[in-house]
């Protein structure tokens, strides 16, 4: 038991962060950012502390340098694994899209669309049946999710295997069914659970303890997962950051360029198989700057316009179904029926639109006339508007529903029949010969004005395998996210807000930031003396386990001194008891060994307040035991890893600033002082809060 | 006289930061640091400040947006006007060279020997002596200080314009006479010098005043400098991020980008007039993920070596030159007119090497046998050889001169010619059809090597207008990236470590690190009283201004309880002054007119330290002068702007926290405090100078 503590304790110590060696020379490129990224865990052991009793090996794994091999080594499975669910996931959609083809093809109309019908509402009721047993984290995009997540929100069974195995079956399901849905934000969050995974193996442990390395680990793992799925590892790096982050440390971007190599590597073996279909690499005649720009930047906005109206009304309809204002439409399979049946009968009367998507976009991309794939038949024109208009509305309700669902590829298919069909007007009226390029622009334009990340740009270069119609699509993708974000904010920004996910940065309402620190400051918390004794340690400890991070120290006159980190304050009294434990008497022993399997076994995330006194009102204390939980604890000793610069701010802090140094610092909780003497402290839920009330 | 100071900081309150309309609400997707990057501009007047004197346009202009319309324009015009000075240094240029191919085409082996070696010996010596009247930071490639610049370190005359015009002439002078450098370097710095002079025009006013967009609009120029060379938006806005920043605002990735697009645009239709060459589109054959890989790690870890030997060698060199160990060969002409000569005759006896860079580049790139374009005359595998290592040795002598130096555009030369050679001998012994890409990735390689970014890559794609290649060339960049990286820091970094900048963010000893706030801070500070007298005000503001920002203002027992900017106290001076003035004697207007006229003309960067009363030593100060200098000041009063939340942190505050903080918040002072009371002050200046010894 001691043995087991103790080594939990070494452990800690060793892998919590980084060791520096202290008797070779730095490296003059690394910063201070690579190993930290929030201010806690800036400690000066990690630079002074000795690491002789670790093995070379050991040490060379553990050293502190961007191409640290343990993480290369978890970066490249993530990316391989990634890539590989990404191609079964593929696989499956496109065999259950196959057999639904092979079903519906009697030759008797009727029968046909039956069958067609009949086939959707089977797989999208078992898709949606799935999420009955599993939290409904597992519903929508999961990009807005884990947009809160890195931000340093918890989410309950965010990560759990059940997550993982619902989100997958019932995104193939549901694509593979027919609805308009797309599988990038899902998969998103899937390869976030397989990152969350692999760090809690043995060896990646480190990567799992250390906040940032995780965050880190996390980030790389959105970007494997947007790799996974179309091939593109550059703008997968790019829409990562631009979809998730503030503010981004350089040289993450590495890490989850590394992690996206691996993936696309792994995707292009996989896809070497010829098993799936992709998208063609195109052959588009170059294009110079010429007033056909003009023709681009209507396009442009024509997109913005359509983007902005995609989200207002997908929002309105997601906050009906949460807000459950018409249970007659919103019960969870009554709403899925109606749609489906919607959306499959119009994908069988619609020509064209039971293609899969890719089929779409490869022919839209075509550089000749596109007349001998049958989008001709009788207008070429009319069709592509006919194919839009029902797209764009049936992908609307699919985001709506209840299920996992994406939106990049419907979008960007219905995107790209938008392009052409802008493309062929121009090519009827003045002439072109890029109606292709006027298709990809219209894919990335759309995509753009919903998700408001400008890399999808480059996403579509790496899909079509060009780049050299630069000009109109930035200025494609610029004037779209330009047009829609003056409108409304981005889709997932307004699913962050109606699902009331505490995601930090944004700025609600002018008001707010008349407070200041002592307005929003929490007055009543567990706090410390600097002689307290094991009892009041314990105390505080089960007193702030649910709500904090860290127990503030006091001197005299409440003057702010130390603070200790909750986890290490556990351990520490852990370790006290066991060390104790062959002195005690039989009863003594047997009443702390109660409480310590209680103690040791709380978890923060579902502890309801308690103190240790609470815990024995129902048994009087043994005299040893009030000997033993009255000893003074040791503020010294190196387990307790007792910080003695906590960041305090003064009362008068404005709100604005608190903002800034929570977003900037990776702050969990903030101390409030007067003259030095602690009279307050924010934690980032409390701040949460109040910003969203 | 009054009117006019009042007017000053009317617009100084209203200038100095985005005011925020409080009865409009704000949109949700706005994030506080798309208004701040810097703790100490925070304010809650920017929020809470009412701004109804402003008109309705003026109001829109300033509205803190993404979609700022002053911005873009600014941003606009700075795209615009560096596209067109690329071209005209590009034009420059290629006229040189064939007016030195021209002259020196007379028939006559020797003759034209003399004449190629002479032409480069006066246009370098020209372009050398240029340096003698301007300041010395028009040498070099410029990047390495931009860098410094950007994190805050002021480099006197780097912005000057006679600087521009040295670096202008210069850089053309020696690229057009024959020397193996780059412009891109010295072409980032003159844009840099572009945007400072564009932040100065009267409507562009608050983007200068404002620190955050000041730098923010200086990061857009580096990516402006880098578009404007090769054309490639992307690349240059990851290069700039790259090279210049330890963490990036997310939502300036697209003001640099949208910069860049009015750069490319300008570029291309520049370009369309036909009168520079251009590097041309290519037409690969796709590549799959095969064992051919391989090769391609191969000639990325040789790449990786010769960029780690280049960077060694030539920062030995520079070092010697800065060092003076020989001073034989290192004075400014003879070290020159040495380098010239041996330049000119390698370029002149080994064939191919008097080619233009960019022809150079087009034959490597070409993916037919390259048989007719005269580089198969011999024997085509050693012509490349050759020309490799020449073409390497002779760029590490050029960049070590005396001159405005980049080294892009030779080793993009260079390495494709590498990689065409690693491509040639795969061709020969096992077979491939990628010859060209092999000349891509190499060039890619090499230059990421030297640099340590990887977004040449991205460059190098958009240059060849294709992507399809995707895999071997990330291989390639970031297998030379960590390669080159685990032998010896980047190319800038090493200036940066020669030159002696203070340049924040690297990590120099561990020993370091075993310090805390109390052992680094400054105790003698000018500093304040709540009811100080205008006297107080005025000699602190004189004893500070060369090294403070702010002064601090301490209560009962040494509490420190605001800060004031330096510039708001002065302005605050002369107000007082101002509006006085009419009641004095003409004796006392005549003292204070003295003393005024010397104080307004102040200039920080340049001030030795003294006091008011030194000022008045050798007269006698008037008794209405001893009043008014002996009136309290007003610390509520709304132009001294008085922050009352300073930054503050412990005495045990390790160094690391502070050099965390100081790179995250954007200080420029923190105020060390024990229990609230004010001991010490730690500025940026001095926290660097200590980091460095």
Known sequence: MAEEIEARIERSKRESIFKINPNKPLRANLLITDYFTNIDQVTQSAFTGSNTNMSKLKQFMMSPHVLNPSILLALSILGLTTATLGFIMDFAIQQLQHFRFYLSNTGNYVYDMGIW??????????????????????????????????????????FNFSTFLTKFA??????????????????????????????????????????????????????????SMFGSPIGAVLFSIEVTATYYIVSNMWRAAFCCIWCTVGYQLLQSARVNDGINNTHFKSIEVTEELFFFFLLAVGAGLMGAIFIKVSRKLIELRY?????????????????????????????????????????????????????????????????????????????????????????????????????????????????GIYAAVGAAAM?????????????????????HYLVPMILGVFVAAGVSSAITPSFYDSILDVKKLPYLPSLKSTELYSYVAKDI????????????????????????????????????????????NIENARIYISTHYASCISQFSPEARAQLDRFFHFFRGIRPESFIEGTYDSFLHEEEEVEEVTEFMNNPINISQRSLAVDDSPFSITESTPLAKIHFLFIMLGLTQVYVTKKGELVGIITRDIFVKKLHN
């Open 117 to 158: 019908i009949s086939f959707s509402l089977v797989t999208c009721t078992i898709a949606c049946a799935l999420g009955l047993w599993t939290p409904s984290v597992a519903e929508g995009s999961g990009i807005a999710e884990i947009k809160a997540v890195l931000s340093g929100i918890k989410i309950n069974k965010f």
């Open 170 to 227: 019932a995104v193939t399901l549901a694509i593979g069914g027919g609805l308009s849905l797309g599988k990038e934000g899902p998969f998103v969050h899937i390869s976030g659970i397989v990152a969350h995974k692999i760090s809690q193996f043995t060896i990646f442990k480190h990567i799992h303890r250390n906040l940032t390395l995780r965050n880190q680990f996390l980030a790389a793992s959105v970007a494997a997962g947007i790799a």
């Open 323 to 435: 807000t459950r204002a018409y249970p007659m439409l919103h019960g969870r399979f009554r709403y899925l029926i109606l749609i489906t049946i919607i959306c499959s009968a119009a994908t069988f009367i619609t020509p064209y639109l039971e293609q899969t998507d890719r089929s779409v976009i490869n022919d839209m991309f075509q550089t000749h006339d596109a007349t001998d794939d049958g989008w001709s038949k009788t207008n070429f024109g009319m069709n592509l508007l006919i194919y839009m208009i029902v797209k764009f509305c049936i992908t609307i309700l699919c985001v709506s529903v209840q299920l996992p669902a994406g939106l990049i590829y419907p979008l960007l298919t219905c995107g790209a029949v938008y392009g052409r069909l802008v493309g062929y007007l121009v090519e009827q009226t003045v002439g072109t010969e890029h109606a």
């Open 447 to 467: 995509v753009c004005s919903t998700t408001h990340s400008v890399s999808i740009a480059i996403i579509v270069f790496e899909l079509t395998g060009e780049i």
């Open 521 to 564: 400051s929490d007055v009543e918390f567990p706090c410390l003396q600097v002689n307290s004794s094991l009892r009041a340690l314990t105390n505080a400890v089960l007193e702030g386990i649910s709500t904090m991070n860290k127990i503030p120290v006091i001197g005299d006159g409440r003057i702010l001194k130390y603070d200790i």
